[in-house]
């Protein structure tokens, strides 16, 4: 049967909620059911993986197609079924098939076929067929028609089951075809810590000659606009002065930071269970840095401001609020630091402001996350062991972001950036300068999502928190910092001249999996 004109569009918002079914952390199906116009009526996901691993009824029937034909059952009756049809990322298995056959669609129409299914992803084992065996040309005598249209954007729903990392044979499946897989390009930005392994960056000691421009933004906006323009594109480190947050609301964060981080790390764990693939709550040295092979000797707590994402992980109410409020005021200056950069960083971009319009805070797409660091203090010894086993408080990275504000204590030292970016590329001659805090500043770093939406142009430097120097030992002592990434909404397509476009939703999720490996496990 022939696809009608809205069968594409359709299938593409089922291929969404496969994505969004992952980053939820189940498996990547997704459904939705459109009327005879095309408008859609009912979407819905997989939710078989949240519910065992999130200690529900482990019921494996949650299939995105069972999901929605229960939904749809709620909202339409028998007469308004028939007219619709029902779009499915992935040809339905057989329990499937029956569900949709009792709700009485007329239509079906899959991306990704049973037949690729077996072959690339799941192998054999599965309970799928071709669904026309049981409907359309070739069902059995009696049954009632339905009518399959597929497989329609079948690479498009083979790369969000790539996307999502389960299926390894996929990614070799794609890799192999050379389709235009989008999680292959957050791999250049991983490549880039990787490939400091190899160079032995650990060893040289940090410089002292301040390269990181400090920028009262009060000034001129066309001064104040160029002196930005001049950092970000030249050391990708600065320091704001003149930016307006309230010191008093710092300081409350970094009260509630250390009241939290005091207590054991199984209350921590407690109050806040670590979900990797919402990039949300606590982890205690878990954190695995491309470029060291090794975790970071520290332990945090991510915020991330997107609807749900914290329930169930707010240690208290007093932590809530003092972040809340940090998180917002980050935001504006965030913005504002991104309205003085947009112009020359994304000309490309018609529409002026798109740039800080798609941070948006708490919404259901929203990516932006507030972390706070803390670096436990160790004995002596211990410290001096680690550094000669190549231990870093945090191994040499880059930030996934757009922008980060870096919020650090007068007291604490210890963070570095490379001194000679742009240089260092070819000759893999690495020096590092100290980026120590500033009264009243507030460090900011351009992250590899605005690097690569400008092709290049604004620079994502290097940076890494080193051990404890041996002046620095007695007594031991902590670290404590905060910083807030302005990561833009999922949805934001991330699209320039050099790179393939990908929405910020993969590109930080492949950052997060990189990092994070053995916190995504799948049933
Ligand atoms: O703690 C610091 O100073 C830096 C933290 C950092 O670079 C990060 O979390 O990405
Ligand atoms: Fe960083």
Same mark, same amino acid.
Not at 20 to 45: S, W
Not at 129 to 140: A, H, K, N, V
Not at 376 to 393: K, V
Not at 447 to 453: E, F, H, V
């Given at each position: 049967m022939p696809p009608r004109s809205y069968d594409e569009e359709c299938?593409?918002?089922?291929?969404?909620?496969?994505?969004?079914?992952? @980053? =939820?952390?189940?498996?990547?199906?997704g459904a939705v059911l459109a009327d005879e116009n095309g408008n859609i009526i009912v979407r819905a996901q997989n939710g078989s993986a949240a519910s065992a691993r999130r200690g529900g009824t482990g019921? %494996?029937?949650?299939?995105? !197609?069972m999901?929605?034909?229960?939904?749809? #059952?709620?909202?339409?009756?028998? !007469?308004?079924?028939e007219k619709c049809t029902l779009y499915t990322s992935t040809e339905p298995c057989v329990m499937c098939a029956g569900a949709i056959y009792w709700s009485g669609v007329s239509r079906v129409v899959y991306g990704c076929s049973s037949m690729q299914l077996e072959a690339n992803l799941s192998g054999p084992g599965g309970f799928d067929i071709d669904i026309r065996l049981l409907y359309g040309p070739y069902s059995r005598e009696g049954?009632? $028609?339905i009518e399959v %249209?597929?497989?329609?954007?079948?690479?498009? +729903?083979?790369?969000?089951?790539?996307?999502?990392?389960?299926?390894? /044979? #996929?990614? !070799?499946?794609?890799? /192999?075809? =050379? +389709? =235009?897989? /989008?999680? %292959?390009a957050a791999q250049d930005d991983i490549q880039v810590e990787k490939s400091l392994r190899i160079s032995g960056l650990g060893s040289a000691p940090a410089v002292d000659d301040a390269i990181v421009p400090? *920028? $009262? *933004?009060?000034?001129l906006e066309a001064e104040v606009m160029e002196k930005l323009w001049q950092a970000a594109t030249n050391v990708g480190f600065f320091v704001v002065t003149g930016h307006g947050i309230p010191q008093n609301v710092i300081d409350d964060a970094f009260a509630e930071s250390s009241n939290f981080f005091s207590q054991s790390v199984e209350d921590k764990k407690e109050q806040s269970p670590f979900a990797a693939n919402l990039n949300s709550g606590y982890e205690y040295m878990s954190q695995i840095r491309p470029s060291t092979g090794l975790a970071d000797r520290k332990e945090s707590i991510q915020i991330t401001a997107r609807e749900g994402c914290m329930d169930g992980r707010w240690p208290n109410d007093a932590f809530k609020s003092a972040s809340t409020a940090l998180m917002e005021a980050a935001h504006s200056l965030a913005c504002k630091i991104l309205d003085l950069l947009e112009p020359r960083a994304l000309p490309h971009e018609i529409e002026r402001g798109s740039l800080s319009k798609s941070h948006t805070l708490w919404s259901d797409d929203g990516q932006c996350t507030l972390r706070f660091l803390h670096y436990p203090p160790a004995p002596r010894a211990d410290i001096i062991r680690l550094r000669e086993d190549g231990h870093w408080r945090a191994g040499a990275h880059t930030d996934w972001a757009n922008v980060t504000l870096l919020f650090q204590r007068a007291e604490d030292k210890g963070l570095e950036c490379c001194a000679n970016p742009r240089v260092v590329a070819e000759s893999k001659d690495y020096r590092w300068v100290e980026v120590n805090p500033v009264e009243w500043g507030i460090t900011v770093n351009i992250g590899d999502m605005l690097a690569r939406w400008s092709d290049g142009r604004?620079?994502? =430097? @290097?940076?890494?928190?080193?051990?404890?120097? $041996?002046?620095? @030992?007695?007594?031991?002592?902590?670290?404590?910092?905060?910083a807030f990434f302005a990561q833009s909404d999922k949805k934001t397509l991330i699209k320039s001249q050099d790179s393939e476009p *990908?929405?910020?939703? $993969?590109?930080i999720m492949s950052r997060v999996r990189s990092n994070f490996e053995a916190n995504f496990k799948y049933p």
């Amino acid at each position: 049967m022939p696809p009608r004109s809205y069968d594409e569009e359709c299938m593409k918002v089922a291929i969404d909620e496969a994505r969004n079914a992952y @980053l =939820n952390g189940c498996m990547p199906f997704g459904a939705v059911l459109a009327d005879e116009n095309g408008n859609i009526i009912v979407r819905a996901q997989n939710g078989s993986a949240a519910s065992a691993r999130r200690g529900g009824t482990g019921d %494996v029937t949650l299939h995105a !197609e069972m999901e929605l034909v229960r939904e749809a #059952c709620r909202v339409l009756d028998r !007469e308004g079924r028939e007219k619709c049809t029902l779009y499915t990322s992935t040809e339905p298995c057989v329990m499937c098939a029956g569900a949709i056959y009792w709700s009485g669609v007329s239509r079906v129409v899959y991306g990704c076929s049973s037949m690729q299914l077996e072959a690339n992803l799941s192998g054999p084992g599965g309970f799928d067929i071709d669904i026309r065996l049981l409907y359309g040309p070739y069902s059995r005598e009696g049954t009632r $028609d339905i009518e399959v %249209v597929g497989p329609l954007l079948e690479e498009e +729903a083979l790369i969000a089951h790539a996307d999502s990392g389960i299926w390894p /044979k #996929c990614r !070799e499946y794609l890799e /192999k075809n =050379n +389709a =235009n897989w /989008k999680a %292959v390009a957050a791999q250049d930005d991983i490549q880039v810590e990787k490939s400091l392994r190899i160079s032995g960056l650990g060893s040289a000691p940090a410089v002292d000659d301040a390269i990181v421009p400090i *920028i $009262d *933004i009060r000034g001129l906006e066309a001064e104040v606009m160029e002196k930005l323009w001049q950092a970000a594109t030249n050391v990708g480190f600065f320091v704001v002065t003149g930016h307006g947050i309230p010191q008093n609301v710092i300081d409350d964060a970094f009260a509630e930071s250390s009241n939290f981080f005091s207590q054991s790390v199984e209350d921590k764990k407690e109050q806040s269970p670590f979900a990797a693939n919402l990039n949300s709550g606590y982890e205690y040295m878990s954190q695995i840095r491309p470029s060291t092979g090794l975790a970071d000797r520290k332990e945090s707590i991510q915020i991330t401001a997107r609807e749900g994402c914290m329930d169930g992980r707010w240690p208290n109410d007093a932590f809530k609020s003092a972040s809340t409020a940090l998180m917002e005021a980050a935001h504006s200056l965030a913005c504002k630091i991104l309205d003085l950069l947009e112009p020359r960083a994304l000309p490309h971009e018609i529409e002026r402001g798109s740039l800080s319009k798609s941070h948006t805070l708490w919404s259901d797409d929203g990516q932006c996350t507030l972390r706070f660091l803390h670096y436990p203090p160790a004995p002596r010894a211990d410290i001096i062991r680690l550094r000669e086993d190549g231990h870093w408080r945090a191994g040499a990275h880059t930030d996934w972001a757009n922008v980060t504000l870096l919020f650090q204590r007068a007291e604490d030292k210890g963070l570095e950036c490379c001194a000679n970016p742009r240089v260092v590329a070819e000759s893999k001659d690495y020096r590092w300068v100290e980026v120590n805090p500033v009264e009243w500043g507030i460090t900011v770093n351009i992250g590899d999502m605005l690097a690569r939406w400008s092709d290049g142009r604004l620079y994502s =430097n @290097l940076h890494r928190v080193r051990m404890p120097k $041996d002046a620095e @030992l007695d007594p031991p002592r902590s670290r404590f910092s905060i910083a807030f990434f302005a990561q833009s909404d999922k949805k934001t397509l991330i699209k320039s001249q050099d790179s393939e476009p *990908i929405t910020a939703g $993969d590109y930080i999720m492949s950052r997060v999996r990189s990092n994070f490996e053995a916190n995504f496990k799948y049933p």
